[in-house]
């Protein structure tokens, strides 16, 4: 600030120099908000695929989502690598579940170090304050799918049309556990928007009367009106969904390596280290027959 002759004051321009201007340049840019959801958003998508590959039930699958997006709410990507936590998320939803698998097996199907895995266990067991118990909404679609069959009074024909609306729902609630809605809302309603979704094709029931009679059984505190409220944000969740492009990761991926400290030099570096410890293995093996 600066005084002028008459008493008035300004605030005249800051003056630059060269090495402020490279200074600035080289500053680490962090990622946006946006741009972080980005990140996550492909980092469950192949979260998905790891358990699909592995053939883990789709109850492992929800578990290990929700532990991810719960642990994303208390940090950055920027801080923890999501490739590092979603591989973690995935061995810590095996143990929850009883379904084990060690850390070794997990790292070698996937081709990572299971070392990282139990380096970032614990991480994860305190971003999540120990409460590990998932409700997904699977189950809760096997149980209104049986419900259905004493609703419509269900023939022979009628079982293999309510067996294909079942797993038609099951697809859907696997997109619904891509968008927030697991962390809004309940099980049960996730499970009633699957459903509705796959009746709107399958066409089995009225589905407002199933409703309807759902709510008179269960002495709900909602009305008709509400459940339809929330079952049509669930829907609009899946609707606003979006996957990043290509181009958008690449430049996203860039940014975040600047952040952890990574260049491209040095995963050039990681990759011929890689690269020669490969080539070696290979040779040794060749040497061995």
């Not at 490279?22 to 946006?34: D, G, Q, T, V």
């Not at 679609?141 to 079942?166: I, P, R």
């Not at 409220?229 to 990761?249: F, G, H």
Request: charged content about 25%.
């Amino acid at each position: 600030m600066e005084v002028d002759v008459d008493g008035s004051l300004s605030y005249p321009e800051p003056q630059t120099t060269a090495n402020d201007s490279a200074e600035k340049h080289s500053r680490i840019k962090p990622l946006s908000i946006e741009e972080e959801q980005c990140i996550k958003v492909f980092y469950e998508n192949k979260l998905q695929e790891v358990c699909k590959n592995f053939h883990f039930p789709h109850k492992i699958q929800a578990t290990a989502l929700i532990f991810f997006k719960r642990f994303y709410l208390q940090w950055s990507v920027m801080e923890h690598q999501p490739k590092n936590i979603m591989l973690t998320c995935i061995y810590a939803a095996c143990k929850i579940e009883e379904n084990h698998v060690s850390a070794e097996e997990l790292g070698k199907g996937i081709s990572q170090d299971h070392q990282m895995i139990l380096n970032n266990e614990m991480i994860v067991y305190q971003s999540l304050e120990f409460d590990l118990i998932v409700y997904a909404p699977y189950r809760s679609v096997v149980g209104f799918t049986d419900y259905m069959k004493e609703f419509c009074n269900a023939g022979e024909d009628e079982l293999q049309t309510l067996k294909a609306l079942q797993n038609t729902a099951t697809l859907e609630i696997d997109k619904m556990m891509l968008t927030d809605g697991p962390l809004l809302f309940p099980p049960g309603q996730m499970a009633l928007a699957g459903l509705r979704t796959s009746n709107a094709l399958h066409n089995v029931v009225d589905f407002d009367s199933f409703l309807s009679r759902i709510l008179s059984h269960q002495n709900s505190m909602h009305t008709m009106a509400e459940l339809q409220e929330s079952l049509d944000a669930i829907d609009s969740w899946v609707r606003k969904y979006r996957s990043p492009s290509e181009k958008e990761l690449k430049h996203i991926n860039r940014k975040l390596k600047s952040c952890w400290g990574l260049s491209s030099h040095d995963e050039g570096k990681k990759r011929e280290k890689k690269s020669k410890h490969k080539s070696k293995k290979s040779s040794n093996e060749a040497q061995n027959t």
